[in-house]
């Protein structure tokens, strides 16, 4: 088990730098999620670790030794791949003791191994198959049987769950997550899908254009987001994010709102909400936003509603079935103290 | 036109298209086969028959039979130097197909994954030379053959092949391998291989298929070769049946029944090299390694 350390890491291709020193560091046994946009780096970041990226510049330390220049079989890292990469011509035992046979282990303790790992994912029954023989689902389970064989410090994986239809991959998500458990090992998972990355990781590092927008648990991003993209970015549905004029504890959305603010702050501001945040109150009611309900959608559990007030677009989310209707005006009132603001300029936390 | 009368149609100027093609390849075999069969006098009479009225073995009898009577004089048995020959020719063109496959695999497999300078100049320079009409270079050839004591040695043929027929199946080579999914390479390498290993585990079991076709195509290009060791093969140490056959033809006979039986014999190691390599031409092998 091993703690990883990314300092001032960037990369280049030729003259094109498509990162820009980023450091964070991943504590022996955290499940760190890696989410961004695609082409935010995310990806190149995983294999920079994994060794399969040259590094331009900054250092990756695994366990406290500087791997840069380390091959990546020595790394003591593996990896399950977006498209799982099982080798079509062995069967899921060869697959899954593939590594352990390179290092020269015993038939009997390869064999053992692989059975335990079998086990452990449920892949007792297909263990002589090949992998075309197998569903989504199960091929995933072999990559990850053939990451865990084998016990490595750091576990790397890349977007492991997009392939897979929607219900298995809220299953997987909590399978994966048992599985670091119980294994107790250190692992860093690339994803674009914040959803999974809010319901899996101990931590998650936001990344945006080959940089670090911001790194912290789940909760505190959702929270404490330090800036407008990471604010926009984690969430669903998305928070409001409006542009208005702050001062005198005020702030000026459009010609016709005007909310009050917590805060002192002055100037070009963007206003953001969380659509759960937005209470439904009678029109008129003071501190409310007026808007008409144009898009209403119920998915059981909560309904949401996308209003339009005046040239401003504003989402809400309630979960207490208001009787709501397309076409509707409505009253909209930021729940006290749950609102942000960032600087419109810099697109940094202001209060 | 009703739909039945217009799939009809369709299928029926499908069928034609089929046997013209078919009529194109396969009737200049089957006229050599009818010839090898026909007695010799039938042979160059007026009507001709799509059968022989009296089929003979009497051709093969002389291919692969001692002495021989032909027009009442005793003729020297051609099966020595047809034997000979045949061997050269087997020899010479799996000799040609070991080395290019043997290149084309490793070869293509560096000029997609390895990283250096030059790369794809070097290989369009490559694959340019195919363009280079072989007669243009006999010559300087010769000559550098003659320098090396290369003339009429095996060594000499293959080389020569393998110069010709590997620009071809490197491309083909370097198609298949840029198909496959690199993180099935980067996935060995994690898990302890090295770039060599990864390259006979994982990569070549996997481009099988391509292999298979670029020996076919090698194979059969080196066997029906005739311009190359017409020059470079003058004597039977390794002249191959493309050059021996032409020379049954005599000053005062040509007899075509011998070089037609002949001919189809020449046919047989080629249609079972490729049925047996065929059963390797497995499709969807790659079915499965990802998603």
Not at chain 1, 147 to 165: G, K, T
Not at chain 1, 232 to 250: D, E, H, K, R, T
Not at chain 2, 252 to 268: E, F, K, P, R
Request: overall charge neutral; proline content about 5%.
């Amino acid at each position: 088990m091993a703690q990883v350390s990314i300092r001032d890491l960037e990369k280049a291709y030729g003259v094109t730098k498509v990162m820009h020193g980023v450091s964070f560091d991943v504590a022996d046994g955290e499940f760190v999620a890696l989410v961004g946009p695609s082409g935010c780096g995310k990806s190149t970041l995983l294999r920079m670790i994994a060794g399969l990226e040259d590094i331009s510049s900054g250092t990756v330390s695994i366990a406290g030794r500087v791997v840069n220049e380390v091959e990546p079989k020595e790394r003591d890292i593996a990896m399950v791949f977006q498209n799982y990469a099982l080798y079509p011509h062995m069967t899921v035992r060869e697959n899954m003791g593939f590594s352990l046979k390179l290092r020269g282990g015993a038939k009997a303790d390869i064999a053992k191994s692989v059975g335990v790992a079998a086990e452990v994912l449920g892949l007792t029954p297909y263990l002589e198959r090949m992998p075309k023989q197998l569903s989504g689902g199960q091929r995933q389970r072999v990559a990850m049987g053939r990451a865990i064989v084998r016990q490595p410090a750091v576990f790397l994986f890349d977007e492991p769950l997009s392939n897979l239809d929607a219900a298995l991959r809220v299953q997987m998500r909590a399978e994966i997550r048992a599985l670091h458990e119980r294994l107790g090992s250190t692992s860093i998972f690339v994803t674009h899908d914040q959803v999974e990355a809010m319901t899996m990781a101990d931590r998650i590092v936001v990344m945006r254009a080959g940089r670090l927008e911001q790194a912290g648990a789940p909760l505190d991003l959702y929270d404490h987001p330090e800036n407008a993209f990471v604010a926009g970015f984690i969430g669903s549905p998305a928070m409001n994010l409006l542009l208005g004029q702050a001062g005198g504890g005020q702030v000026k959305l459009s010609d016709a709102l005007t909310l009050p603010l917590e805060s002192a702050a002055s100037g070009a501001v963007l206003y953001g909400i969380r659509p759960e945040h937005l209470e439904l109150v009678p029109i008129g009611t003071s501190g409310s936003i007026t808007a008409t309900a144009n898009v209403v959608e119920s998915t059981g559990t909560a309904m949401f509603v996308g209003c339009n007030s005046g040239e401003l677009t504003v989402h809400a989310l309630f979960s207490d079935r208001p009787q709501i209707k397309r076409g509707d005006a409505i009253g909209l009132r930021p729940k006290p103290g749950l609102s942000h603001l960032f600087s419109a300029e810099t697109q940094q936390r202001i209060g | 036109m009703t739909r039945t009368t217009k799939r009809f149609l369709n299928n029926a100027a499908l069928s034609l298209g089929a046997a013209v093609l078919l009529l194109w390849s396969l009737g200049p075999i089957y006229w050599s086969l009818v010839a090898s069969l026909t007695p010799p006098n039938a042979l160059i009479s007026d009507n001709l028959h799509l059968w022989p009225l009296a089929p003979t073995w009497a051709h093969y009898a002389k291919l692969f039979g001692a002495t021989s009577t032909s027009q009442g004089n005793e003729v020297q048995s051609v099966w020595p130097q047809f034997s000979k020959a045949l061997a050269n020719s087997i020899i010479t063109a799996l000799a040609a197909t070991l080395v290019t496959v043997a290149i084309a695999a490793v070869g293509a497999w560096a000029f997609v994954r390895l990283k250096f300078p030059g790369r794809d100049a070097l290989f369009i320079a490559v694959v340019a030379t195919l363009a280079v009409p072989g007669f243009t270079v006999l010559i300087p050839l010769y000559r550098l053959m003659i320098a090396a004591g290369l003339i009429d040695t095996y060594t000499g043929v293959t080389l020569i092949y393998v110069s010709a027929f590997l620009p071809l199946a490197l491309w083909l080579m370097r198609s298949v391998y840029q198909a496959m999914p690199l993180s099935l390479e980067e996935a060995a390498w994690i898990d302890g291989a090295s770039k060599f290993y990864t390259l006979l585990r994982i990569v070549l079991p996997l481009a099988g298929p391509g292999l298979v076709a670029c020996a076919i195509l090698t194979f059969l290009s080196a066997w029906g070769q005739f311009m190359i060791p017409l020059v470079f093969s003058p004597s039977l140490a390794t002249k191959p049946l493309t050059v021996l056959i032409p020379e049954f033809v005599t000053r005062n006979y040509v007899d075509y029944g011998l070089m037609n039986a002949a001919g189809i014999v020449a046919i047989l190691p080629p249609i079972l090299l490729v049925l047996f390599l065929n059963r390797f031409l497995v499709q969807g092998l790659m079915a499965g390694a990802s998603k």
